[in-house]
């Protein structure tokens, strides 16, 4: 997969996690801003949704900061807001598992993020999102 079409699914994705957000708000209120941990859930997913649609075009934002680390941004601000929300919730030893499988899945997400700030998702993907052509086509991404 080239550049240009990660760029897109992140536009995609951030697209569906404000769709997501809102939708949520739409429905229910301010009722999620009543309980600290799910108020800071809610404005983390927002935040990582914003961050990956800001990151899928080309304007002011991108032209200073590069896309794939906003999109890196994003997804450490949405693998930070998978064990936020079971944080307040009282549900014995079973919530106990519950925040370490969503905490081991907000790190790994977060990591993937941490890789596209530092690395350009060389890690990650086959080769680094910054790069100037695709070994492929050997056309442009950027």
């Not at 794939?68 to 997804?75: D, H, Y």
């Not at 549900?91 to 993020?113: I, K, N, Q």
Request: aromatic share 4%.
């Amino acid at each position: 997969m080239n550049a240009t079409t990660h760029r897109r699914l992140c536009g995609v994705l951030g697209l569906g996690l404000l769709t997501v957000v809102g939708g949520g708000l739409a429905l229910v209120g301010a009722a999620p801003f009543g309980t600290p941990t799910l108020a800071v859930q809610v404005v983390l997913v927002g935040a990582a949704g914003a961050l990956d649609v800001v990151a899928a075009f080309g304007n002011p934002v991108t032209a200073r900061i590069d896309w794939f680390r906003l999109s890196g941004a994003a997804n450490v601000a949405l693998g930070l807001a998978l064990p936020v929300g079971i944080l307040g919730w009282e549900g014995g030893a079973g919530g106990t598992l519950l925040l370490a499988v969503t905490a081991v899945g907000g790190l790994s997400l977060a990591a993937v993020g941490v890789d596209m700030w530092c690395c350009a998702g060389k890690h990650v993907y086959e080769r680094p999102l910054d790069a100037d052509t695709d070994p492929a086509t050997g056309s442009g991404d950027r």
